[in-house]
């Protein structure tokens, strides 16, 4: 059947609407959200863009209004149902510093395409949009139904997909295309703590103010501190190779630390600039405040709260302080994210966060345990036996990611690429980009994965 396709056509105007839907800065702005535009007017702009190319193309379009647009070809089957589920929110740009192109431009330099959501993860969502298109314009035979599913709250609190559950029920199976091939089957344990207090420490920092989210390792991190600038500073960071700019503010000292982004499931990729302020502080002066973060926090294993653990399957705890704000007044407000393995429960972290910061109210806007699909699953194999067809020199074992993903809350999902192993980590990152020669090899099989999908006689 794949023979029969010709794919190098569709790929000027797969290009064109992946651009598209990159131009749409669509980061969660809850200042500016409404009843029909739950998480801000340009997250609901991104939805409508995906609405708007299932119309264009005469797919079956629906909503479960305004959280998610589902989208099917005109011949698919009716009996299991399976939903490929992406999103088109994307996280905040960080330290305009750090972008070389302009992070909502699309731009196409060298063959890579740059700008915010490219790889995290608005290709994938056009790349099987049009895979599910290509069913429906070679009127390729389904008994089952593939559903193209399109959220719009991935990056904060995944509260659309549980609202689609409730509407359209569960799928027999679902794959969504947001993590690493051959395939992962399960995700560490993901929560996140939200602290907003007082804080009663000795402290020459008067106000800090840093991080995009807290599923992003800090970009940038603004730290007043108290008296006029200390040369120490600026020669510590230049020993360690930080970037650090430094001016006196009204007899104080204003001092900009910028660090590396990355994804908080990966931290060890980037270094928070949050952290190595507090370095820098620790370093120069006998502060209380500078030398408790840094103790707890430089290192992103969990030890400094002794909850550093490893798995055998699952790999090691990550931890990621995210985003911070205090005051001159001595409020603070800061996010702790953590990603654990089986070997450790929310409850011993949270222990071990309360034992630390006994007297800072915190809540958790975010909560799932670790997850495990059995690899034995027909539709699991099937996807497996799949890709090592059309990319045979890959490795082929299952993983375990740390990030988390549709999976945690769309029942019998699991994560199916669209990141090679070898794969530079970009998402979250300035100058985030994607390979535009990977495009048509990634369309023929995900479209392939859709056929053998939608003519399976059992998925599970």
Not at 94 to 120: C, H, L, Q, V
Request: aromatic share 10%.
């Amino acid at each position: 059947m794949l023979d029969k396709i010709d794919f190098a056509k569709y790929l000027p105007q797969m290009i064109e609407d992946i651009q598209g839907l990159v131009r749409i800065p669509s980061i969660r702005d809850d200042q500016a959200a409404t009843s029909e535009a739950p998480y801000g007017p340009e997250v609901r702009k991104a939805l409508a863009f995906m609405h708007g190319l299932g119309e264009r193309d005469g797919m079956r379009v629906g909503d479960v209004y305004p959280y998610t647009v589902h989208i099917e070809p005109q011949n698919s089957g009716s009996k299991q149902r399976v939903d490929i589920v992406s999103h088109i929110d994307v996280v905040p740009v960080g330290a305009s510093s750090n972008w070389t192109k302009e992070p909502f431009g699309a731009e196409i330099i060298d063959d890579r395409m740059y700008g915010r959501g490219t790889s995290d993860m608005k290709r994938n969502a056009i790349l099987t949009y049009y895979a599910a298109k290509i069913l429906q314009d070679y009127q390729v035979p389904l008994k089952n139904n593939i559903r193209i599913v399109i959220g719009s709250d991935e990056e904060s609190d995944m509260t659309d997909i549980p609202q689609y559950v409730i509407k359209e029920g569960a799928p027999d199976f679902a794959i969504t295309p947001d993590g690493q091939f051959p395939l992962q089957i399960g995700e560490k344990g993901a929560t996140t703590w939200n602290y907003a207090g007082e804080l009663n420490l000795n402290t020459i920092i008067k106000s800090i103010v840093g991080g995009a989210g807290a599923n992003v390792v800090a970009s940038e991190a603004t730290f007043i501190i108290e008296g006029t600038p200390n040369p120490g500073l600026e020669a510590y960071a230049k020993d360690k190779g930080w970037s650090i700019a430094i001016q006196e503010d009204n007899g104080d000292t204003k001092m900009t630390v910028y660090g590396i982004s990355a994804h908080a499931s990966t931290p060890e990729v980037g270094d928070s600039a949050i952290t190595r302020g507090f370095e820098i502080i620790a370093n120069n002066y006998h502060d209380a405040f500078a030398d408790k973060w840094t103790r707890l926090f430089r290192l992103y294993d969990g030890s400094g709260f002794g909850i550093a653990r490893d798995h055998q399957i699952m790999g090691p705890l990550t931890i990621n302080q995210g985003v911070i704000e205090k005051t001159e007044e001595g409020h603070i407000s800061f996010t702790i994210d953590v990603r654990y393995p089986a070997n450790i429960t929310e409850p011993e972290l949270t222990a071990a966060f309360t034992k630390e910061f006994p007297d800072i109210p915190f809540v958790k806007s975010f909560d799932t345990p670790p997850i495990l699909s059995d690899v034995n699953l027909p539709a699991n194999q099937l996807l497996l036996n799949t890709f090592h067809q059309h990319f045979p020199d890959h490795p082929i074992e299952p993983i375990i990611s740390g990030g988390v993903s549709y999976s945690k809350v769309m029942p019998n999902c699991v994560s199916f690429g669209m990141n090679f192993q070898h794969d530079a980590h970009v998402a979250h990152q300035a100058d985030e980009y994607i390979e535009m020669d990977t495009l048509e090899a990634l369309l023929k099989l995900y479209t392939d994965a859709f056929i053998q999908l939608g003519q399976a006689d059992q998925l599970r």
